[in-house]
């Protein structure tokens, strides 16, 4: 079996990502490492604690990692960010805070010593900026070619971004860690915006949550609720809400979700287009490709195991 870590900032749509590694019988969520993005990366981790309790898995534990980018000294939430997530990240929606403290081991460190213990069976999915991984595999290189894979949520290639014209926001908070990630990664698949905004949500989903009657249920149709309404304002023409995070979670859990094309990427660190995610023109005509970048979904697949894994877990949670 698969084990997982999901490193989070930990928002709405972090949020619904949780969720569907818990209603995943592929793969065993051994842990969830914050960052910062959404929230400030201590809110993200109380969040993550609060949310594991809700859905009855407190038996996952979370680690605190990196609280700001790895070229800056501190960091502050966008108000774009609280629009879309709402102040406290999960729509404004209020949950019981967790009796569990993070974990004293720092998420770097777990990162390592996870990527050690387990190898090719190791798949982490950063939902947020490259902080952390881009952290351990500077303190420990050798786990660059030791962890299994990196599925991430970041970037776009065929589609504008959503931060400018050419930078995706996860991307955006750490250019300079992604594109050392993009470099020295064994092999990634970028889950970017290409295919994130062509899996939509409306609020006919999320009434079933509602239906089921439980805290659970209506924690997650009231939370995903306002993010549909924040793209109601922000991106209108969509007609919903979009599963980025989820879906890179999906495609770890079974990668045929997505149609994936093959190249050597790099992160753009200088001049205007700082923040791009682009082919590695010198590592093009490389025949050993360490990246692929999700271009194409199966939306109806993804949905239906979208909204039978998270059904599911929300139905069980006591």
Known sequence: MKKLILDLDTGVDDA????YALGSPEIELIGITGTYGNVLMEQGVRNALAITDLLGHP??????????????????????SSFIHGDNGIGDVAIPDSDREAESEPAVDFIIDAAKTYGDDLVYVPTG??????????????????????????????VPGNVNAWTEANISQDPDAADYVFRHTKHATMVGLDVTLQTLLTY?????????????????????????K??????????????????AVGVAVDPTLVTVHPINMKVDVEGPTRGRTIGDEERLNDPHKTMG?????????????????????????V
């Open 16 to 19: 619904l990502a949780i969720s």
């Open 59 to 80: 038996e996952v534990p979370v680690y605190k990692g990196l609280p700001h980018a790895s070229t800056k000294d501190s960091f502050e939430v966008l108000p774009i």
């Open 129 to 158: 900026p490259q902080t952390n991984i881009a952290a351990a595999f500077k303190k420990a290189p050798e786990i660059a070619d030791q962890l299994g894979s990196i599925v991430l949520m970041g970037g776009s290639l065929t």
């Open 204 to 228: 006919k989903e999320t009434q079933t949550w509602r239906d089921l009657g439980n805290a659970a249920g209506a924690f997650l149709a009231d939370m995903t609720d306002f993010y549909i």
């Open 230 to 247: 924040a793209y109601e304002t922000t991106a209108p023409h969509l007609g919903g809400c979009g599963l980025h995070d989820p879906l």
């Open 293 to 317: 970048v999700a271009l194409g979904v199966d939306v109806p697949r993804f949905l239906d195991e979208f909204m039978t894994r998270i059904t599911n877990v929300a139905r069980q949670a």
